[in-house]
């Protein structure tokens, strides 16, 4: 099984895929947990670039690096993975790029769905959690873990407006595979809701 989880930074995916996890492993299953960009050594070096750099990198360049980290995991660890009939719970997958470049740098967004189907080969989660929170409420929780933001994190509250309308557009429009959570509740709350769309 393929479980991808999708939201802002401070949305709470990072403790819902540990919790998942570890009920997972109760139930006596072999769990990968992954994230994007990242979880292989070429793809965590793209990451270092896309959210280290100080440089200024184009969005079509951002978004075809966000889609080569992704090739790279996808065919070295995911599809093998899946193959041996383990969970996988990646933090952030395909439609990260559909809303941060597609909503919130203005990539066309046919383009990105092009260069996500090549880099991943039409492989598609069999479920999405979308951890919906307003933004606000997100900065102020990843500010309370991390001291300094990365490029990614910098690029303002009219960006992450953006990229959060994009995120329930997606939601709206795959309801089978997407499943909208709202992120500032109950952290148990939470946890359940997402067991009870897996049961």
Known sequence: MFITFEGIDGSGKTTQISLLQKYFEKQGKTVLCL??????????????????????????????????????LVQTVIKPALLENKIVLCDRYIDST???????????????????SFATSDLLPDITFYMDIQVERAQTRAEMRQSEKDRMEDSGNDFFSNVREGYLELSRKNTSRVKLIDGSGDIEEIHKKIIGFLS
Do not use: H, M
């Open 98 to 116: 559909v809303v941060y470049q597609g909503y919130g740098r203005g990539v066309s967004l046919e383009r990105i769905k092009d260069c996500n």
């Open 35 to 72: 994230r994007e960009p990242g979880s292989t050594s070429v793809s965590e070096k793209v990451r270092d670039i896309l959210l280290n750099s100080k440089d200024s990198i184009d969005p079509i360049v951002e978004t075809l690096l966000f889609c080569a980290a992704r090739a790279q």
